[in-house]
């Protein structure tokens, strides 16, 4: 027979198991992947920084602002923040750093800014992921379309963490080897994301931007299959009238007329909803209709389930 065991006992396999317990979690723990993949990613980036003379300093003791800003910091005021709420409100911070003394080519010496983030939830992180595919996957998205700044800024991301990399207007990244190599450590942790080949997003000069691949490259367009997940419908439209396809939104001034969507068109791929801070584009979506994209009124399309439209798995 088992002999059954005492209060004593159980209080010692209970105090082992809780030591257990709390050195896993230490150790590894529901975000162990987290902050071993930014350690080591900051790591490679301390160690070819060095050689260049150039450090990595946390950002508040650094005048990051004087700069312009880094992916999520308050400067609204910047052509294309508004832009990037997609992103950020799906992250939370990890940290932020400027990236000092870094050597041009023509002996000036430079600033770029550096910023973590993480994923709240994996759902959040695959819907501005998905967003991102939306809105870049087509040609260059020039501001009104949903560029994320007016000058250079690369993001990429992995399964949890968003890196982003702010080196302003006044760089040329092929003539600061340092930064080109610190770009070249954030592409290479860049996990792509739903066999695009996609890693990120940049923003480039005069306010357009582009998904990236893992060589830091633009994508090529993405086909619609692995583009869209969001799709609207035309709604509140006489059965004899149509909605106009507009070249673009400003209501004062309308857009050329691009398409017409019939009163019973469904299943229509959304592009971008502009964040409620651009005024100029209240009232407006951009969508994709018969291989053109352009913009419709709000009013007459509602929400339609990809379920409805898409035979993904």
């Known amino acids: 027979m088992m002999r059954s065991r005492g209060p004593r006992a159980f209080r010692r396999v209970g105090l082992l198991g809780f030591v257990m317990l709390v050195s ?8 162990a992947e987290t902050p071993d993949e930014v350690a080591t990613t900051l790591a490679a980036i301390d160690a070819v920084l060095a050689p260049a ?3 990595r300093v946390d950002a508040s003791r650094s005048s990051t602002e004087r700069m312009g800003g880094t992916l999520c910091s308050a400067t609204p005021r910047e ?5 990037r709420d997609f992103l950020c409100d799906a992250t939370t911070p990890v940290g932020r750093w400027t990236l000092q003394n870094l050597r041009a080519d023509g002996g000036q010496r430079v ?3 550096l910023e973590v983030r993480r994923f709240t939830s994996t759902e959040r992180g695959q819907f501005a992921k998905d967003t991102a595919l939306e809105r870049y996957g087509g040609e260059n998205a020039s501001l009104s379309e949903g560029a994320i700044s007016w000058c250079f800024l690369d993001v990429s991301w992995t399964e949890e963490v968003v890196f982003s990399l702010w080196y302003g207007c006044d760089i040329s990244l092929p003539h600061v080897k340092a930064l080109q190599s610190v770009r070249s450590e954030l592409l290479k942790v860049g996990k792509p994301f739903r066999e695009t080949g996609v890693v990120g997003v940049a923003g480039t000069h005069s306010g357009w931007s582009y998904l990236l691949d893992a060589e830091g490259r633009k994508r090529a367009p993405l086909v619609d299959e692995a583009r869209f997940r969001h ?5 509140d439209v006489a059965a004899d009238d149509v909605l106009w396809l507009r070249e673009r939104p400003q209501s004062s001034a309308l857009g050329a007329k691009l398409d017409k969507l019939p009163a019973t068109a469904t299943c229509v791929p959304l592009v971008f909803t502009p964040p409620s801070r651009a005024q100029e584009l209240k009232g407006w979506v951009r969508v994709k209709f018969n291989g053109r ?21």
């Open 24 to 31: 896993q979690l230490v150790a590894g723990g529901a975000h």
């Open 53 to 55: 003379g150039a450090r």
């Open 79 to 83: 052509p294309g923040a508004w832009n």
């Open 111 to 113: 600033s770029a800014n």
């Open 231 to 235: 799709f609207l419908k035309v709604v």
């Open 293 to 313: 994209e352009g913009w419709v009124k709000q009013r007459y399309v509602a929400e339609q389930p990809a379920s409805e439209c898409s035979p993904r798995q």
